[in-house]
């Protein structure tokens, strides 16, 4: 069993503290959901764990197997199988996206597989969620819609079969048909790759496709409360003022 361990993390970002002793601990399989009000600190969560150079730990553990991987640069947390949906993918313009996710297939197995035998797997795993081929051709994320490219990069995380998936908003810009194909999706690869997942979402809509093991909720960078559904439902109902003290 896989375990990502978060251990009093505090960061800061230029010099401000944004996190102040997050406690947090995933399991291989466990879903966990991670809500709270614009600005708490959910995506300078993700940025910490996975190493960007803006977030400065300050203090505490990031654990993946019993390892300390806190100072580990991002690839190396990327190859131990930890994997990082953003929240807002930058397009980069004259790289193919077919050219990316071979390249990152063959450096997070350490292999030389044929381009072509990559690309079959991709195409094969696009229909999981509904990514059109003709993308795989266009720049990276280029001139990709909203949904485009949360389904593109759950394509990615299918691709990889990481042991823990931090997933930054999967549900902010898409359909109810993205909504579902991310879900399933999501779902399909915890069954086969017993991922366990860290899930950021401002909103429900993806716990009814969904049923979350945890739900957390983070702000001014602490969890102030963690429960099971019937927290999430609480803070549909009455908002996060109704369970912040």
Known sequence: MTTLKIKNLHVQVEGREILKGVNLEINS????????????????LSLAIM??????????????????????????????????AFQNPIE??????????????NRIYGSSTQPLQVISQVKELSKTVGVSDSLLNRGIFEGFSGG???????????????????LDEPD??????????ISNAIL????????????????????????????????KGKIVASGGMELAKLIDEKGYEGIIK
């Open 148 to 166: 485009e490219k949360k389904r593109t990069e759950i394509l990615q995380m299918l691709l990889m079969k990481p042991k823990i998936a931090i």
């Open 188 to 219: 399909k690869l915890r069954e086969e790759n017993n991922t366990g997942y860290l899930i950021i979402t401002h909103y429900r809509r993806i716990l009814e496709h969904i049923n979350a093991d945890k739900v957390h909720v983070l702000y």
């Open 29 to 44: 399989r466990e879903i966990h959901v991670l809500m709270g009000p614009n600005g708490s600190g959910k995506t300078s």
């Open 92 to 105: 980069i313009s004259g790289v193919k996206l077919s050219t990316l996710l071979v390249a990152e297939y």
């Open 51 to 84: 190493g960007h150079p803006k977030y400065k730990i300050t203090e505490g553990q990031i654990l993946l197997d019993g390892e300390d991987i806190t100072n580990l640069e991002t690839y190396e947390k990327v190859r131990k199988g930890l994997f990082l």
């Open 172 to 181: 902010s810009g898409v359909d109810v048909d993205g909504l579902k194909a």
